[in-house]
Antibody, heavy 121, light 110 residues
């Protein structure tokens, strides 16, 4: 079974750093892109960026470029989303999702269960 | 890149059909056949329903169908059931900004 399992909820203070993870299993991790999607409380989905674990090629939405870092460790089939200086407005649920393997497979399936990041002083 | 435009809410009675619209631009929905739709229950992860405008994901009921015309896409749910009550999101590939989601539509089954 193809699965993405995300790390647990985080509670942080403004200015702190955090890294959340997304571990893939049941498929060849290095052959599929992994995307990150934000969902602020009571709001819709926002595409943040995507990484190809095979060579770590990464692309960011202009809205998130420079504020987060996406990375991957293919040796342990895990993708990461990292902040160096959190803001209260980063409070949200974050989902990872696998993109189709081939160039023209531009959908996301499956999704991780989500990681809630709460930033509060 | 602005979010795709969806109605905030739609409703229908069991057995009826409803359609959720998703309006983009010539830079996203209008330029690619890469529209997908996702269903999300409260507190749960999104689930892929439709990809490439009209193809159903594995295990998805044939009551769900998708289409596209110019800069707008649509998701139609026929034979509404109580279990269809959820939030629905469209998503389009958008090249330079890669992907863009719609604002989401809350479906209420009356």
């Amino acid at each position: 079974e193809v699965q993405l399992v995300q790390s647990g909820a985080e509670v942080k203070k403004p200015g702190e750093s955090v890294m959340i993870s997304c571990k893939g299993s049941g498929y060849t991790f290095t052959s599929y892109w992994i995307a990150w999607v934000r969902q602020m409380p009571g709001k819709g989905l926002e595409w943040m960026g995507i990484i190809f674990p095979g060579d770590s090629e990464t692309r960011y939405s202009p809205s998130f470029q420079g504020h987060v870092t996406i990375s991957a460790d293919k040796s342990i089939s895990t993708a990461y989303l990292q902040w160096n200086s959190l803001k209260a407005s980063d409070t949200a649920m974050y989902f990872c999702a696998r993109r189709g393997r081939l160039h023209d497979m531009k959908w996301f399936d499956p999704w991780g269960q989500g990681t809630l990041v709460t930033v509060s002083s | 890149q602005s979010a795709l435009t969806q109605p905030a809410s739609v409703s229908g009675s069991p057995g009826q059909s409803i359609t959720i619209s998703c309006t983009g631009t010539i830079s996203d929905v209008g330029d690619y056949e890469f529209v997908s739709w996702y269903q999300q229950y409260p507190g749960k992860a999104p689930r892929l329903l439709i990809y490439d405008v009209s193809k159903r994901s594995s295990g998805v009921s044939n009551r769900f169908s998708g289409s596209k015309s110019a800069n707008s896409a649509s998701l139609t749910i026929s034979g509404l059931q109580d279990e269809d009550e959820a939030d629905y999101y469209c998503c389009s590939y958008a090249d330079s900004t890669n992907w863009v989601f719609g604002g989401g539509t809350k479906l209420t089954v009356l």
